[in-house]
C-alpha cells in the first residue's frame, strides 16, 4: 500500500509532461538517451538506502548515478558546517580505509574548484588531472586510465542557506547539454535522498568522535603511567603520537625558558639522553646529546612563536623545511605536522610528525586529534615536572637528614680558636708556584685559607665579617669525607693554586677577572667537591644512588651535589660570607659559584677545551662575557689539577691517593657483579702508563694554553713535562717488579720505589754522583728548567 503511494506522490512530481506534452527537459534528455527518474527507481533507491551505514549509502548513492549519468565514476563531498571541511569517504563503489578531509578555506586545486562550485551555486567542469594526489591516486584504483574530465554539482542544504553537498562526476556522458541533465539529475535524486544521507553521515561522525575520545582517554591513562620519568614519558608520547595520525617519525622539543629555544628531547621515539659518565679526573666524557632550535628559527620554531598548528602537505616545498638533514640521514621527509603543546601559562614544548604512511598527507582529522592529543601532553609532562620536583624534595629531605647524621655542628669554640691562632702562619714561599699546599699542617690549614682570603684584600673590600668567614671554613672543612683523594686536603691545595694564580699572573690587577669574581673563584675552589663520596658519576649513575635519582637527568652528577651542599652551607645560619653583597653581586655571585663547580666536571672541559684553545690562539678579549666564562673554567680545572704541577714526589704521594680511591671503587663495581674499567681495576692497571695518558691527553694540553696566554705560567708546563718523563721511565721498574707477580699499586707504595727511579734516572742522564743527591730531591723543582733542559736532552739520546 505505501508503495503504491508512493508511486502516485512521484507520478505527480515528475510527470507533469504527461499532460502538457513533453517537455523541453524530457526532450533533451531523451536525445542524450538519459532517462528521468520514474518513482520506481527512486523509490527503489530508498528502499535499499534504509537501515544501512553511511559508507554503504554513498556506494549505492554513486552507483545509481553512475547508471544513470552514464558516467565512469562517482563520488561525494558532504560538506560538514561544524568543522568546516569537506570529506570523501567512497570512491565509485571503493570505501576508502581512510576518508579524505579537505578544509573548505584550504587553496589546493581540488578544494579551489569544489569551493567555486559551493561559492557560486552552480556546476563546474574542470580537467580530471588538477585533481588532489591522493583522491587521484584512489581513482587510478578504480578506474585506469582516469578519465579527462569531470563535473562538480552542488546540492542545496532542503532547510539551511548553505551547500550540504558537492557531488562530482567523472566523464559523464558526452553529448551536447551533458552538464545541464545531469545537474538536474543529481538535484532531483537528492532532493529526496539528502535527508537520509546527512543523518547518516552525522551519525558516523559521532561515531568516530566516540571512537577518538575514547582513544585519547585510553592514552591519557598509558601517559599517567610515565609520570615518573619524563624521558619514558616523552617516548610514549610520540609513540602514542605516531600510532593516532599514523606518522612514519617523529620528534619532540621541549621549550628551554632560560635560553628560548627548543631542545629535542625525543626523536623518532627514542630518547636523546645518551649519559656515559666516566671518571671525574683521569678519563672518559659525559655526552648528553640533545639538538636545540632558536625560538622561531625553522617548522618547529614557527610554530613554538606563533602557537598555531602547522600541516605541510609537500615539505620540500616550504621555506621553513630544512633540507640537511635528510640529506645526511637518508630520509625522505615528504610531509609534517607540527603542533604546539600548552600548559596553563603557555607554550612549553612543539611536537613534530613527519611522513603519513596510510595518506599522502596529514588531514583535517589529523590536525583534530593533534590538537586534542596536545592537551593531553601539556598536562602529562607538567604533571611529571611537578611529580619529578617532588620526589627531588624528598631526595634532598633524605640526603640532608644523611648528612647531618654524617657531620657534626661547628662548635662556638672552634671558630674563636681558629680566630686567635698564635701561629704566625709565615710558612717560606707560601706564594710561589712550586711550593706544596701538602706540606702545610693538617690542624692549620683552615687558618691559611683565612690567610687567603684577607692576602688577597677579599675581607676588606667585601666586608666579611671574621667569625662568619670563619665559621664558613670550618663548615666547608666538616662538609669533606674521610676519602683517599677527595678530602679536605685536595680542597685546600685546590684553593691554594687559585690564590697562586690571582697572585702571581695579577688576574684581578690586570683586568682578567673582576673582584667579585676572584672571590667567587676561590670559594668555588674550596667547595668544589664537598660531601665526595670516594666513587665518580658513572658508579652514581649505575648504581640508581639518591644523588642519581637527584641529578642524572641533568649531567654531572657528584657536581651538581657539591653545590647543592655549598649553598646549604652559605645557607647555614652565621655562615653566609655574601651576606653584604647587593642583590645583583649576590645573584651574580652565585651564578659564578654554579658555572665554576660544574666546570670541574671532566667531560665538560672535554667539551669546551676546543673553544678554550680558539680563544687562546685568537687573543683573549677581556671585555667578552662569554670568554670570561671559558677562561674562569680553565682556571677551575687547572686548579683542580694542580698537583701535576708539582715535584714528582708530590705527584706520586697523589696518584697514591688517586689510585687507591679508584681501585675501592672498582673492588666495590666486582662485588656488585660489574666489571670495572681498568683504570679502577687494581689487577689490570698499569700506573705509569695511566699516568702518562692522563698528562699527555689533559694537563699538558691544560697547562699549554695557560702559559700561551701568562707566560709566567710556562715553569708549570716544564716540570709537568719532566714529571711525564719520569713516569715513562718508572715504566721499566713496574714491568719488572710485576713479572714476579706484584701489583701495580703495591709497587707504588714501595718506599724504596722512589729512590730507585730517580738512580735509574740518573744513570739514564748520565749525571755524576755527586750531582744525584741535588737532582734526584729537585728533578721538578728546578722552575727555571735547567734540570727539563738535560732530561729532555738525556732522553733524545737515549
Not at 561559492?119 to 594526489?133: C, K, P, Y
Not at 694542580?642 to 706520586?652: F, G, L, N, P, Y
Request: glycine content about 4%; overall charge negative; proline content about 3%.
Amino acid at each position: 500500500m505505501f508503495r503504491r503511494l508512493l508511486s502516485i506522490f512521484f507520478c505527480d512530481v515528475l510527470c507533469i509532461g504527461e499532460f502538457c506534452g513533453r517537455s523541453r527537459i524530457e526532450r533533451k534528455m531523451t536525445s542524450l538517451n538519459l532517462k528521468a527518474s520514474d518513482p520506481e527507481s527512486i523509490l527503489s533507491l530508498l528502499q535499499d538506502l534504509a537501515d544501512v551505514p553511511c559508507n554503504i549509502v554513498q556506494q549505492k548513492l554513486n552507483s545509481y548515478l553512475q547508471s544513470a549519468t552514464e558516467s565512469k565514476v562517482v563520488f561525494l563531498a558532504p560538506i560538514l558546517v561544524e568543522t568546516e571541511e569537506m570529506v570523501i569517504h567512497v570512491v565509485g563503489e571503493k570505501i576508502l580505509e581512510r576518508e579524505l578531509r579537505f578544509p573548505v578555506s584550504q587553496s589546493n586545486v581540488l578544494n579551489h574548484v569544489l569551493h567555486k562550485a559551493v561559492r557560486h551555486r552552480r556546476s563546474v567542469t574542470a580537467n580530471a588531472t588538477e585533481l588532489d594526489q591522493e583522491l587521484l591516486h584512489h581513482l587510478h584504483s578504480v578506474v585506469n586510465p582516469v578519465p579527462d574530465l569531470f563535473l562538480c554539482i552542488p546540492v542545496q542544504h532542503p532547510v539551511q542557506p548553505h551547500i550540504a553537498l558537492v557531488v562530482c562526476l567523472v566523464n559523464c556522458a558526452d553529448r551536447d547539454n551533458a552538464e545541464y541533465m545531469c545537474t538536474k539529475m543529481v538535484q532531483e535524486c537528492f532532493k529526496y535522498c539528502l535527508g537520509l544521507l546527512l543523518s547518516t553521515l552525522k551519525c558516523q561522525e559521532e561515531t568516530r568522535l566516540k571512537l577518538q575520545c575514547q582513544d585519547l582517554l585510553a592514552v591519557s591513562r598509558k601517559l599517567f603511567t610515565h609520570l615518573g620519568d619524563l624521558s619514558d614519558l616523552l617516548r610514549e608520547i610520540m609513540a602514542e603520537a605516531r600510532k593516532l595520525t599514523n606518522a612514519e617519525r617523529c620528534s619532540l622539543f621541549l621549550l628551554d625558558p632560560e635560553q628560548q629555544d627548543l631542545v629535542a628531547k625525543v626523536f623518532d621515539g627514542v630518547s636523546t639522553r645518551d649519559v656515559s659518565n666516566n671518571s671525574k679526573h683521569h678519563t672518559g666524557q659525559q655526552s648528553v646529546k640533545e639538538m636545540r632550535i632558536a625560538r622561531g628559527q625553522g617548522i618547529a620554531g614557527h610554530v613554538a612563536s606563533s602557537g598555531k598548528l602547522l600541516n605541510i602537505r609537500n615539505a620540500y616545498d616550504h621555506p621553513l623545511f630544512y633540507r640537511g638533514i635528510d640529506e645526511v640521514t637518508g630520509f625522505k621527509t615528504r610531509n609534517i605536522l607540527c603542533f604546539p603543546i600548552r600548559d596553563e601559562n603557555g607554550i612549553i614544548g612543539v611536537a613534530q610528525l613527519c611522513n603519513k604512511m596510510n595518506g599522502l598527507y596529514f588531514d583535517v582529522c589529523d590536525e583534530e586529534v593533534a590538537t586534542a592529543f596536545s592537551i593531553y601532553c601539556g598536562i602529562s609532562i607538567m604533571h611529571s615536572i611537578v611529580y619529578k620536583k617532588i620526589q627531588d624534595a624528598q631526595a634532598r629531605n633524605k640526603l640532608s637528614n644523611e648528612l647531618m647524621m654524617y657531620h657534626m655542628k661547628v662548635e662556638a669554640e672552634s671558630v674563636q680558636s681558629l680566630l686567635n691562632c698564635r701561629d704566625d702562619h709565615s710558612i717560606k714561599d707560601f706564594d710561589k708556584f712550586h711550593f706544596s699546599p701538602r706540606s702545610v699542617p693538617y690542624k692549620h690549614m683552615p687558618c691559611y685559607v683565612f690567610k687567603m682570603f684577607k692576602e688577597l684584600g677579599f675581607i676588606k673590600h667585601w666586608r666579611i665579617k671574621k667569625t662568619t668567614l670563619a665559621r664558613f671554613i670550618l663548615f666547608v672543612k666538616k662538609g669533606y669525607r674521610d676519602a683517599p683523594y677527595h678530602n679536605w686536603v685536595h680542597a685546600f691545595s685546590v684553593a691554594h693554586f687559585a690564590y697562586l694564580l690571582i697572585v702571581n699572573l695579577k688576574l684581578i690587577e690586570d683586568g682578567y677577572i673582576t673582584p667579585l669574581q676572584g672571590l667567587a673563584f676561590l670559594v668555588s675552589c674550596l667547595c668544589h667537591d664537598i660531601d665526595h663520596r670516594g666513587t665518580n658519576n658513572s658508579f652514581q649513575t649505575k648504581c640508581g644512588t639518591v644523588l642519581a635519582s637527584l641529578y642524572s637527568s641533568e649531567g654531572s652528577v657528584m657536581e651538581r651535589h657539591h653545590l647543592a651542599q655549598s649553598m646549604c652551607i652559605l645557607n647555614t645560619d652565621g655562615c653566609n660570607i655574601f651576606e653584604s653583597l647587593s642583590s645583583e653581586e649576590y645573584s651574580e655571585v652565585l651564578d659564578l659559584l654554579r658555572n665554576n663547580i660544574l666546570s670541574t666536571d671532566l667531560a665538560s672541559h672535554f667539551r669546551t677545551a676546543e673553544q678554550q684553545r680558539e680563544m687562546i690562539l685568537a687573543g683573549y678579549n677581556k671585555d667578552d662575557p662569554t670568554q670570561r666564562k671559558l677562561l674562569l673554567a680553565m682556571f677551575m680545572t687547572c686548579c683542580d689539577l694542580s698537583d701535576q704541577t708539582k715535584t714528582w714526589r708530590v705527584t706520586k704521594k697523589t696518584a697514591e691517593q688517586i689510585y687507591d680511591e679508584f681501585f675501592s671503587q672498582g673492588d666495590l663495581e666486582k662485588s656488585m657483579g660489574t666489571a670495572p674499567i681498568e683504570m679502577m681495576d687494581r689487577e689490570r692497571a698499569s700506573i705509569p702508563d695511566l699516568q702518562v695518558q692522563f698528562i699527555t691527553n689533559l694537563a699538558l694540553p691544560l697547562f699549554r694554553n695557560l702559559a700561551d696566554l701568562f707566560p709566567a705560567a710556562e715553569p708549570l708546563v716544564e716540570v709537568i713535562n719532566n714529571n711525564r718523563e719520569v713516569w715513562k721511565l718508572a715504566r721499566n721498574l713496574f714491568q719488572e717488579y710485576s713479572q714476579n707477580g706484584t701489583k701495580s699499586m703495591d709497587i707504588l707504595l714501595d718506599p724504596t720505589l722512589e729512590d730507585e727511579v730517580l738512580k735509574a734516572f740518573k744513570q739514564c742522564a748520565g749525571i755524576e754522583d755527586e750531582q744525584s743527591s741535588e737532582i734526584g730531591v729537585n728533578i721538578e723543582k728546578d722552575i727555571a728548567g735547567q734540570s727539563h733542559e738535560i732530561i729532555s736532552k738525556s732522553f733524545e739520546t737515549t
